[in-house]
């Protein structure tokens, strides 16, 4: 529900350009936050919220989209239109009880090489597939924090499917951001585009590159995972709010205190437990034998950990032949 209908029920309309402006789109959105983070728009009084919330309430009639309790019966139908979307590995959907999930954070994490992009450039272009295809027949948005990504992956992967390689470029928004703010601006922007447009995939690749090289030393520390706790936070919201599959890659470091075997060196997904708690889905990304990859399912509400094999062609990542 878009949020100029709460004009219908006493907002001003100028209230409600200045919730815009700070990246409120949907009546959800507003409900979604505290009141505390409201009173952070600039013009807002407590008197304002106040009534902004007391509207929100007469507009959502549903008791779950106010926090409310529901039935489990109840719960089970509201996430039948979850979307699983293909990996474009049969392998890899299998593990993942069909593919990547809407109204989820699955995290990605792995070494440097091991796939994690490549992934995000097949899941890009599977989420403009039909249904029927395992896709989402939506857009995608695309945070690229590294520079890793290119164009011509994507039209390689979409002439693998038989899609105009042309269209599926418009259909793929890309924010090529430089700092931990920038990218949270990005997120910000995105969203308005979210409330007027059909999406179904949000990438961050990688989510930590920013918040690991802008906050150094044990000093900070405290202020980078109250900053990246806040950013997962809106991402979960997001998701929810729109139906979304978040698909966040991210990077590992040298693990001093854990055991070595057979020569490898044990590594671990930075972010620490903030980044851990917010993920839904954590899958780990690793090289394997040749030119396999291999998919380890870590953490999942409703999956298994398993092993799935994949390889990376011309046409992005398939199952080994």
Known sequence: MCIDSLQSFGVSATDLKKAKEAGFNTVRSLVMHSKSNLLDVRGFSDAKV???LEACKKALSNPSELGGFVTAAT???MRKDVVRIT???KAVDEVLAGGIQTRSITEIHGEW??????LCHTLAVSTQLPFEMGGGYAKV???DTEGTFRSERILEIAERYGMDGEAVLENIMIARTFTHEQMEDALLAIA???AEEPFKLLIVDSVMAHYRVDFTGRGELSGRQQRLGQFMS???KLADEFNLAIVCTNQVQSDPGAMAFAGVEPKKPIGGHVL???STIRLCVRKGRAEARVLKVMQGPDLKEQDAEFMISNGGVVDIE
């Open 87 to 89: 990996t474009g590995s």
């Open 75 to 77: 719960f089970r139908e």
């Open 234 to 236: 809106k991402l979960s």
């Open 276 to 278: 851990a708690h917010a």
């Open 141 to 143: 948005a695309y945070i």
């Open 192 to 194: 308005g585009k979210m």
């Open 113 to 118: 090489r091991c796939g994690k992009t490549q």
């Open 50 to 52: 106040d009534k902004l």
